[in-house]
Every structure is written in C-alpha cells, then in structure tokens.
C-alpha cells in the first residue's frame, strides 16, 4: 500500500453523496460526455491589456484543429468514459467483452502497457495542418483517464513511464514532440488538459471507492481537506510542468467542467494561471462552463449557437463521430465541414476540428483527404474567413456575411448537385463602390455587376461560372 492510500485509509468514514454536478440553473454540465457552454450573458472580459489583445488574435484564427489522442484509441472507445459507472449506458455501448465494471477498469487502465505509436510522425501531422489552414492545436496533454501524454514527474502512468512500451522512442514525449513541430511552423499551442483525474488516489481514492464510480472525487473534499489539497497540489504541479518546460502555450484548455468551486470541487485554478501568467504573460484560459476571469474562450461542443455570439469562442466539432478514434468512422463530407466553417464564422466564432489518430501514431487516411480539402477551399477564400468579424444580418438562407475592415463578404452555401442562380440578391446596408469574386479557380478576381435595390445589393454572377457545377461555397468581397 502507497504512503497517499495509508493516509487515507487512517482517516477513513463514511463518504457521503457528492455535490450535484450541475451548472448555475441546475442543467448538467456534461450529457454523454458532451459539455454545454457558457452564455454570452455571463461572459467576464479580462481587464489585462495583454490578454484582451490575444483575444483578439483568437478571434481572428478561425479555423484550430483539436486532437485527443490517448491509450484509449486502442479500443476505439469514447476517450476515457467507460471507466464511469454512472456513464456506463452510453459509453459502454461498444464495450462487449465484459459486463465488469472492474474488470473494464483494470483493462482500460492497463491500455498504458500496450500503447506504442511506432508510426508516429508529428512533422507530418504539422505539414498537413499548416499547409492546409489551421492556425492552432488543441492538443490533449492529458484526458479523464489520468494517463500523461507528457514527460511527466507527478506519476509513472504517462507516456514515457516505464510500463508505456513506446517510452523508449525518440518521440516519446508527445506534447513536447507536437507543440515543437507545430510551433515551428506556425501554428499556436492550446494545451488541453482534464481537471478531473479518475487514475491518481488523490480522486478516486482506492480506500473510500465509489459504490459506483462517477465523475467526481471517490470522498467529499469538505471532508477531507486534507486529501483535496493533496489532489490540488498534484494538479498544480502538472500544469506548471506544461506551463515551465515545454515552450511558448498560448491556451489552456481545461476540460472536466464539473470541477470547480459551485461542485464543492474548488482546486484554486487562479492560483496556478497566474502563477503560469508571471512566464506567459500572454496565456489565455478556457476553463470550460465555470465562467468568470479565467473562462477567456466559450467552447460550444459538437452544436453551434443559434445565434451570433460577440464574445471569443469556438464550437468543439468531431470530423467522425467521436473525439477519440473510432474503427470505421464515419466522416463528414467535405461539404458538410466547409459549410459548418463558414456559419461558425458567420457568428463570431472559430472552428476547432477534431481529428482522432490511430493507435499506430498516423492520422485516418479520410481525415487527411477532409483537410486538404478544407486547405484548398481555404487557399481560394480565406480572406472571407480569416481575421473576419460578423456583420448583420449574419446569414440570411444560404448566405453567411462576414467583415473585414471597409470589406463585407458575402458567402452562398451551395447543397449538392444545386444550381447557381444568375444573381445573389444581399440584404446589405450602407454603400458599396464594387464587387469581386474570391475563389473559383481562374475566375478569382473578376469584378462582378453591382446593382442597388430596395432590399440591399444584387450581384450578377457570370455566365461562365454558372455554366459549369457549382462550387461548395461561393465567396464575393464588396467593397465600400
């Protein structure tokens, strides 16, 4: 028995029931393991200049790819949940093996002595995404599970621990070989990483367990203060090991929003940004669903919002079906991707696309073919994407409107096998001295009929494009 499980076990009572992990209106926080998100009512602006101006950096991105990636893509399961009892309806449901809860534990966590990404290539996955348009990553440095994905001091149960197969690897340490080669060529750090931490006895402690395990701490930390400090402590010295030894962050992504002071789960996160902040100045915080200072960016997941939101955020998206590898998955089209882009940005917002890796260490043959095609989409119109802020009125049918200086761009969303119309009818305010269309291959460039009408502007498309099947998405700049 560890010296941490004596000690718990000197001081063991009862448990008593958890504080319900709900938000301030009493909705859940997470539904099968999809988290909701903060209103843009009870967004808190940060006084700092210097983050206030990184803000406005995020906001100009747009478009962020999001990978979780861990021992858990063996199996093809949801990323950590089956561990959950409580969660077990639905994370389950691809778990046939066995019908122990135990047993299902033992073997998820014992996915550490078989992990081994011989095929693992970070340059390649950071060509891939900065050829293609992606201007940062959002990295999983650690998922519910407890399993590091860094070199970590704090516990053996990483990927560079002794029991890990792959620690013998040049690239072992994966965050530091990912956030070096994206860095290199661009493209900003968001370090993700769960509050909860379902592997160490500082919450779920082996001597006070769960009748079933759920996703809090196995004791109430108002109970054992001592143990929680602990768990504190422990979660502070891993995000200052992310934070101190693996270069410039430029986000901190914090999943597990049922972690937090409403839950009776208060791990003093200030304490340990600002600490963080005294090396980056510049480090914005996504502590997701909490709210106040430190929830810097709102994380809409796997929806979108209905309406246009003036604050920094990103809808959270799966490419496939889950965030964690699935065998066989299935994707969505290259069309259904770009028009979600577009409607995201067309309401303030950035895209960050999950791309799951396979076990071997190489990203989904079909996930690649999705970004290219996302990147050569993105090379003919991104001036309509990047840097862009919306502008009434957001989207009217299948057009989406976005701004740029004196710029509006006007974006019509094609569905297959639809024909162009001969105008695009804008309901548009204000002047505009000349159209132009973006993309569209040699026609880029053309200046386009302008004509004011009593509902705003028509623009007449040529002949020549319309002749010809239409594109996934059409993008015209007026010009003021």
């Given at each position: ?112 002595r078989t992990f081994n990404p011989l095929r ?361």
């Amino acid at each position: 028995m560890s010296k941490e499980q004596q000690d718990v076990q000197s001081e063991l009572e009862t448990p008593v029931q958890q504080a319900a992990e709900t938000d301030l209106e009493g909705e859940d926080i997470v539904v099968q393991g999809v988290h909701n998100y903060t209103e843009e009512k009870d967004y808190v602006w940060p006084e700092e200049p210097e983050l206030l101006e990184r803000l406005d950096w995020f906001r100009d991105q747009k478009l962020g790819l999001m990978m979780h990636w861990g021992t858990y893509a063996q199996l093809g399961i949801v990323e950590s949940w089956a561990l959950d009892d409580v969660d077990a309806e639905w994370s389950r449901e691809s778990v046939d093996w066995t019908t122990d809860s135990e047993q299902i534990r033992r073997e998820v966590y014992g996915l550490n002595r078989t992990f081994n990404p011989l095929r693992f290539q970070p340059e390649l996955w950071a060509d891939l995404a900065a050829d293609n348009g992606f201007r940062y990553l959002t990295f999983t440095t650690k998922h519910h599970d407890g399993f590091c994905m860094w070199d970590t001091k704090t516990t053996d149960y990483s990927v560079t621990g002794k029991d890990t197969p792959f620690h013998t690897h040049r690239y072992a340490d994966v965050c530091r070989q990912l956030f070096d080669a994206f860095r290199e060529r661009g493209i900003a750090i968001s370090a993700y990483f769960s509050k909860a931490d379902w592997h160490t006895p500082y919450y779920w402690s082996p001597d006070m367990p769960h009748k079933e395990t759920n996703r809090g701490p196995s004791y109430d930390p108002a109970k054992y203060p001592w143990l929680w400090e602990k768990f504190i402590q422990f979660t502070h010295e891993q995000i200052m090991e992310l934070m101190t030894n693996y270069g410039r962050i430029d986000m901190l992504w914090l999943d597990a929003g049922w972690v937090g002071p409403r839950s009776g789960q208060d791990i003093r996160l200030g304490e340990v940004v600002e600490k963080a902040r005294q090396i980056q100045p510049w480090l914005l915080c996504a502590d997701r669903t909490i709210g106040g200072k430190y929830e810097n960016l709102v994380t809409p997941e796997q929806t979108l919002p209905k309406d246009p939101l003036f604050i920094p955020w990103e809808s959270n998206i799966t490419m496939g079906t889950a965030f964690s590898f699935r065998f066989e998955d299935d994707y969505k089209s290259l069309r259904h991707l770009i028009h979600l882009l577009v409607e995201i940005v067309a309401k303030g917002g950035n895209l960050a696309l999950n791309v799951a890796p396979q076990p071997d260490g190489r990203l989904p043959k079909t996930a690649i073919e999705r970004m290219k095609g996302i990147g050569a989409w993105l090379k003919e119109n991104g001036d309509a994407i990047y840097g862009t802020r919306p502008i009434a009125p957001y989207q009217a049918g299948k057009l989406n409107f976005t701004s740029k200086g004196s710029d509006v761009y006007a974006i019509r969303l094609y569905a297959e096998g639809e024909a162009m119309e001969e105008r695009l009818e804008l309901p548009l305010d204000g002047s505009f001295a000349r159209a132009e269309l973006l993309g569209f291959g040699d026609a880029a460039g053309t200046q386009l009929e302008l004509e004011k009408t009593e509902l705003g502007w028509s623009v007449k498309l040529p002949e020549a494009i319309r002749s010809g099947e239409a594109p996934i998405a059409l993008s015209v700049r007026l010009t003021r």
